[in-house]
């Protein structure tokens, strides 16, 4: 989308909001949609604002453990992850997951997802045996879902590779420190 198209978007999106409505519905859709345009212009502050404002609205009007409210979890806890604040998106993405597998089972296309999503974060974090936890239910996951996806079956797989070759490298750094550390010490 070009930039005079994302601003002419953002202009009607603001002005749609100064109409006096009750319904929350159209109320949340120009929030998301805004928070989208600010995340499209990397202005990712203000997105967290916004998806934080429709969090609230979410748990006040459908609950706390409704799906669309899962829904705003994970785009914020993306958000936070772009940010940087891995630990707050870790916690919103386990609480999403929660509600997620509640309200649509353990074995919807939805899950695999949001599971590869956490093991991601988690490498991020350097906790690579949670996030190897994580990245293989999310292959299994995507396996034993209803309708298998293959593409984000490579994705996934691709991830879980990654995590385990960190850990071998992890391993196999400590293993080197170790030695060293021995045949100094017995000098």
């Given amino acids: 989308m070009e930039k005079g198209n994302l601003m002419e978007a953002e202009r009607l999106i603001l002005q749609s909001l100064h109409y006096d409505t009750h319904d929350f519905e159209?109320?949340?859709?120009?929030?998301?949609?805004?928070?989208?345009?600010s995340c499209k212009k990397q202005r990712y502050s203000e997105a967290e604002r916004?998806?934080?404002q429709i969090l609230i609205i979410y748990?006040?009007?459908?609950?706390?453990?409704?799906s669309r409210t899962a829904t705003i979890l994970c785009n914020l806890a993306m958000i936070l992850e772009i940010r940087g604040d891995h630990a707050i998106a870790e916690t919103m993405l386990r609480r999403c997951l929660k509600i997620k597998v509640q309200v649509l089972g353990e074995h919807h296309p939805d899950i695999a997802?949001?599971?590869?999503?956490?093991?991601?974060?988690?490498?991020?974090?350097k906790k690579l045996s949670k996030a190897?936890?994580?990245a293989k239910r999310a292959?299994?996951?995507?396996?034993?879902?209803?309708?298998?996806?293959?593409?984000?079956?490579v994705i996934y797989k691709h991830n879980l590779d990654d995590i385990r070759k960190l850990k071998k490298s992890r391993r196999e750094l400590f293993f080197c420190v170790s030695v060293e550390y021995n045949v100094h010490r017995t000098k």
């Avoid at 159209?26 to 345009?37: C, G, K, P, R, Y």
């Fill in 113 to 125: 997802n949001i599971l590869y999503k956490l093991s991601y974060i988690l490498k991020v974090q």
């Fill in 139 to 153: 292959l299994i996951n995507n396996q034993n879902a209803l309708v298998s996806d293959d593409v984000h079956k």
């Fill in 26 to 37: 159209t109320t949340v859709a120009s929030l998301n949609d805004l928070a989208t345009l």
């Fill in 59 to 66: 748990e006040s009007t459908l609950g706390a453990n409704h």
């Fill in 50 to 52: 916004l998806y934080r």
């Fill in 132 to 134: 190897e936890v994580f």
